[in-house]
């Protein structure tokens, strides 16, 4: 099998997961982070390199207050567990996004995890916190434009390879498939730029119930597509 070297995952459905147990939105999101370290332990040892998960949008904060507080101090907790398991399993961590609305307390975890394993050399996690594609996009617009203004970069000079690299996402290879779990069919202002020729996989299953074997069943099916010209290889249809 045909393992992709990077997976982007949109993680949805813990707040219709909870609901359906009776259970509070809060926790469902419990759960879907207790989940997201037993898929990146899965994922790298199927030989994927690169794995990108959807934690909390720019949009995200239009939820409920409760919700969003609750949100964050799952987020602090999880970037506590998150180094032990990054030590365990040589992870290297980087968050992507605009951290500057976030709590003090919650950036300087950040900083430090990223640079507690910036020599990692297994799995490469990318976390996108208060991200947007299109905030990310526009923050790129503004750095550049400010380069452009100082004369650090000519305007005529300007390729793909140039705004890719004012992209959260530079030096990272675009994904080669992205899951979103839950049934929504859509990509909910993520990673734009980077999705231009990647391969999609919707499924039904929420995330917390979201298993190693899911993620095979992903994968096979990114096999069976044909990567030149789209669609399902010929001889999948014989």
């Known amino acids: 099998m045909n393992v992709p070297q990077h997976v982007a ?18 926790y469902g999101h419990a759960q879907g982070s207790k989940n997201v370290e037993r898929i990146c332990e899965d994922a790298y040892r199927m030989g994927i390199k690169y794995l990108t998960v959807y934690a909390f949008s720019t949009e995200n904060w239009n939820r409920p207050k409760d919700e969003v507080d609750a949100l964050m101090k799952l987020l602090r907790n999880y970037m506590k567990t998150c180094l032990k398991t990054a030590e365990k399993n040589d992870m290297k961590i980087r968050v992507i996004g605009d ?3 976030l ?15 910036k020599n990692n050399g297994g799995l490469n996690f990318q976390i996108a916190i208060n991200y947007g594609s299109r905030d990310e996009i526009t923050r790129a617009v503004r750095r550049l434009s ?4 100082d004369g650090k970069v000519d305007p005529d000079t300007i390729d793909e390879k140039t705004i890719e690299s004012y992209l959260d996402t530079h030096d990272i290879p675009d994904p ?5 779990t839950s049934g929504e069919q859509r990509l909910s202002n993520y ?10 996989y919707f499924t039904d299953v929420p995330w917390p119930d ?29």
């Open 191 to 200: 990673l734009l730029w980077q999705l231009a020729y990647t391969e999609f």
């Open 210 to 238: 979201f298993t190693k074997e899911e993620l095979v069943k992903a994968i096979e099916q990114y096999n069976a597509r044909d990567r030149r010209y789209g669609g399902i290889k010929e001889e999948q249809n014989v």
């Open 103 to 117: 709590d003090e307390d919650i950036r300087s975890r950040i900083v430090e995890l990223e640079e507690a394993t």
């Open 176 to 180: 080669d498939l992205l899951i979103r």
């Open 9 to 26: 995952i949109i993680l949805d459905g813990n707040g219709r997961w909870a609901k359906s147990k009776g259970m509070p939105r809060n």
């Open 146 to 149: 400010r380069d452009c203004k």
């Open 99 to 101: 951290t500057t609305r």
